[in-house]
């Protein structure tokens, strides 16, 4: 029997590897995203938000050995293999050998990305708002490469193609993930 894990113990370990708040708001918008899908395929919300919370767990402190050296440090506290490969997959075909293969992979894989790029997108709204922004402003902004530009659309592309899903679908659900904690990433703006 593989131990049950906490949001609590999750948070401790990612504040506990990462100090820069932008980053700890990127997981949480991750985490945020990642229950929000989970809801919607009928899975286990708190897995997949746990493991949207930690997806990046070892990026500030090891950005050269990001998506391996977050094995190392999962499996030295025991946690599920499950939740350690589909933390190494989000960063397949970049830093990582790891094949998104289940759902929960795919979906990671698809919406790290597209959080970036969301959240850019609704920073250069009048409103600074994640409340307002629809799909086809950031489709929008998605067109012009020069905008957000370390946001690699391909691999969002790609998540959208291994999850036999529309860009715009993936796109509307991920900002209503994003909404449910619009004020704590800083994206309520002034509506």
């Not at 894990?5 to 590897?17: D, V």
């Not at 402190?61 to 977050?70: D, I």
């Not at 998104?100 to 979906?107: A, D, F, N, Q, T």
């Not at 796109?171 to 703006?189: D, F, N």
Request: proline content about 2%; some cysteine.
């Amino acid at each position: 029997m593989e131990r049950e894990i906490t949001r609590e113990e999750a948070l401790k370990l990612l504040k506990e590897y990462n100090q820069d708040e932008s980053l700890i708001r990127h997981a949480l918008s991750v985490e945020a995203v990642m229950r929000h899908f989970a809801m919607l395929f009928g899975e286990d919300v708190e897995k997949w938000g746990i493991i949207g919370l930690i997806h990046d767990l070892d990026y500030e402190r090891y950005p050269e050995e990001h998506c391996v050296k977050v094995k190392e440090i999962l499996t030295e506290r025991e946690w599920p293999k499950e939740y350690i490969h589909a933390v190494q997959s989000h960063g397949w075909g970049i830093c990582s050998e790891v094949e998104p293969v289940h759902r929960m992979e795919k979906v990671l894989y698809t919406i790290d990305e597209l959080t970036g790029l969301i959240t850019a997108a609704a920073l250069v709204r009048p409103s600074r708002s994640l409340l307002d922004l629809e799909v086809k402003s950031v489709k929008k902004k998605w067109k012009d490469k020069a905008f957000a530009a370390g946001v690699n659309r391909e691999i969002i592309q790609k998540g959208a193609e291994l999850l036999g899903m529309e860009l715009s679908e993936i796109i509307k659900e991920t900002i209503a993930g994003m909404r449910s904690i619009a004020a704590e990433l800083g994206l309520k703006g002034n509506l």
